[in-house]
């Protein structure tokens, strides 16, 4: 079985002493279970959290990526860059970016495939808004939005994560039951299954409100193969006992 994959989003929080203190904090406390763990944080500290968690077993992560590789691009950090600093994973198409930063499926379909051609391996995040869960539109939106990613990526869809977040949970401390995280991870794990005979190794994980306290029972379900985890890593001892709730 694989192991699960607890990944922190940091979003833009941190600065570089409480950086220093919190993933001090987290290698003090982390615990043997066997999963893997990934820190996700503002593309500035990547440079400071790669001396930090040297040697240690953490993993670090972007939180957007460009669809190009180089070029006349201002602003924009590319998948070679993030290598060069030891970046394992890229977040792309978080809620908030489709939101705020009005990305598309097609452009976080091609934010993913540039990631994989440079060897970063993508987090793909998918969800629905409230008034898409109301109105019974849950499992088009985020097969809509997964169909776009593999789309553009064909067989190398099963080097990808894939994050189900659902809109309505993320910073509002209203999580998708474990019941109904399942049901959509159950529905997308079909969709990769049918799209690659290596479906069964990708990594889906929940996201939205995640934390010490339902970490265990979402953890447990079938195909809930870790957690994208927002507030909650920003603190210790909240992050850590995620961690713990992998077994
Ligand atoms: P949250 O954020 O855990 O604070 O809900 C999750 C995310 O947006 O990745």
């Known amino acids: 079985m694989k192991k699960k994959l607890i990944a922190g989003n940091w979003k833009m929080n941190g600065s ?6 919190l993933v001090k904090a987290l290698l003090a406390g982390l615990p043997a279970q066997p999963c893997e763990v990934a820190l996700c944080v503002p593309a500035l500290y990547l440079a400071q959290l790669q001396t930090l968690v040297a040697g240690s077993r953490i993993e670090l992560g972007a939180q957007d990526i460009s669809m190009h590789e180089s070029g006349a691009y201002t602003g924009e950090l590319s998948g070679a860059m993030f290598k060069e600093f030891g970046v ?12 705020y930063h009005g990305e598309t499926d097609q452009l976080v379909a091609a934010k993913a495939k540039t990631a994989l051609a440079s ?3 993508p987090i793909v995040c998918v ?3 409230l008034a898409e869960r109301e109105a019974g539109k849950t499992e088009e939106v ?8 593999i789309h553009e990526n064909g067989h190398c869809i099963s080097e990808i994560v894939v994050a189900y977040e659902p809109v309505w949970a993320i910073g509002t401390g209203k999580t998708a039951s474990p019941e109904q995280a399942q049901q959509v991870h159950g529905v997308l794990r079909a969709q990769l299954k049918a799209a690659s005979a290596q479906a069964d190794r990708i990594h889906i994980l929940y996201g939205g409100s995640m934390n010490a306290a339902n970490a265990a029972q979402l953890l ?17 001892p909240d992050f850590l006992s995620i961690i713990a709730a992998t077994t």
């Not at 570089?16 to 203190?21: D, F, G, I, V, W």
């Not at 394992?88 to 939101?99: K, P, W």
């Not at 985020?142 to 990613?149: G, I, N």
Request: cysteine-free.
């Open 16 to 21: 570089l002493a409480a950086n220093e203190a």
């Open 88 to 99: 394992r994973y890229a977040i792309v198409g978080h809620s908030e970016r489709r939101q």
């Open 119 to 121: 060897g970063v391996t």
């Open 127 to 129: 969800g629905e808004t």
């Open 142 to 149: 985020v097969k809509r939005q997964l169909a776009a990613v």
């Open 220 to 236: 447990g379900q079938p195909d809930i193969d870790g957690g994208l985890v927002g507030g909650a890593s920003l603190k210790a």
